[in-house]
């Protein structure tokens, strides 16, 4: 199954509170969190969500604190049970499983990292790591040489006999990462797994799930409420705001396309050059334009063109699937550039007040 399986999410809710069921369907549902709650003491913590994660996609899930992140996550694998809406994985529909097809879920095709490990204490790393091996009935050399397979993969040869307070937070966190994946799951479901972690040990474990992730080629689906880390690691970033969905896209899309003020609010500082590719910069080419500039595709970052396109005095030719889309001069790169020093953007801000 892994690298096709899809995750869809259809009209999902879930409201906590006093006869929560009462909510969906009716005047209530359009009521705003507040008003819902003065009124009936419910929270819905997830309106209305759909969305389909595709075949092999690192989703991530965005948002401040109490937006509903964790619970529409958690709602993916019935840790959570849903108010209303569905969830199908590989088009089986996880709200029918009975008890036992649901441990079959949880154990075999839906892996979960949390951010606090919970890592077995008294049990080495490498047991840890074959934990969901020994509780699906796997032979003892089987799940030892699984489990040793993972913990290369992960980074953690050579600690295998450590016991989980002999490491540092970001390796156990590798161990939480190894015995997730060491039961070949469809999807890996990710809950803030980083955010207990000092900055540079945070991004070497980023660079471990953008790596492993080119690796096993899983579906992931990834807590965040940072929007570094989303547009870092995120194929699509979805955006949520009081239990709704404000934006789905691609890094490039939430930057150069902010659906409301709230995400443009939220991606405000991010240097628009590390983001945004050559299609949101070109221009049609003009009859003047000289034809003989370097070509370049549609998806290079600006930041990966800047050099290129400076050193050229004709403009770089974007080109897809051997058709030229337009042209990328100095000016167009220099005005990105310009955007992101801080003065321009007071200057910016300023203006538009
Ligand atoms: N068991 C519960 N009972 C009542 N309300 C809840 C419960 N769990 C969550 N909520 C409420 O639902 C809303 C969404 O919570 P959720 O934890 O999903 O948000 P989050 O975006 O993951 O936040 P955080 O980043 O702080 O974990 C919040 O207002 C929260 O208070």
């Not at 005047?27 to 705003?32: G, R």
């Amino acid at each position: 199954m892994t690298g096709d399986a899809t995750l869809d999410v259809r009209h999902l809710w879930k409201v906590f509170g006093p006869r929560a069921e009462r909510v969906v369907g009716t005047p209530l549902a359009d009521l705003s969190r507040a008003d819902l709650l003065a009124q009936t003491g419910c929270v819905a913590a997830v309106r209305n969500i759909s969305l389909r994660v595709r075949p092999g996609e690192l989703f991530v899930v965005m948002g401040l604190s109490g937006s509903g992140k964790s619970t529409l996550v958690r709602c993916m694998n019935r840790l959570i049970e849903p108010t209303a809406g569905q969830v199908l994985l590989d088009g089986e529909d996880v709200g029918a499983l009975d008890a036992r097809g649901l441990r079959a879920l949880r154990r075999n095709r839906v892996g979960m990292v949390f951010q606090h490990f919970g890592l077995l204490p008294h049990r080495r790393v490498l047991d840890n790591v074959a934990y969901g091996l020994e509780i699906r009935g796997v032979r003892r050399a089987e799940r030892y040489r699984r489990a040793s397979e993972v913990l290369d993969l992960v980074g953690l040869s050579g600690y295998a006999d450590a016991y989980p307070d002999q490491l540092s937070g970001g390796m156990q966190q590798r161990v939480g990462l190894g015995r997730a994946l060491a039961v070949d799951p469809e999807i890996l479901l990710f809950d803030e797994p980083f955010s207990a972690l000092d900055p540079l040990i945070r991004r070497d474990m980023q660079n471990e799930v953008i790596r492993l992730h080119r690796e096993v080629g899983k579906m992931m689906v990834f807590i965040t409420h940072d929007l570094h880390e989303a547009l870092r690691l995120g194929d699509r970033i979805l955006i949520m705001r009081d239990g709704e969905m404000v934006q789905v896209g691609r890094p490039d899309e939430v930057v150069g396309a902010p659906a409301d003020d709230y995400v443009r609010d939220f991606v405000a500082d991010v240097p628009r050059s590390h983001v945004l590719t050559l299609r949101w910069v070109l221009r049609d080419r003009r009859p003047d334009d000289a034809l003989d500039g370097p070509e370049l595709g549609p998806d290079v970052v600006v930041r990966d063109a800047v050099r290129i396109v400076l050193s050229s005095t004709a403009p770089v030719r974007v080109v897809e699937g051997g058709q030229l889309l337009g042209v990328v001069d100095q000016d167009a790169i220099l005005r990105v550039i310009v955007a992101e020093e801080p003065e321009a953007r007071v200057g910016v801000a300023a203006g538009a007040a």
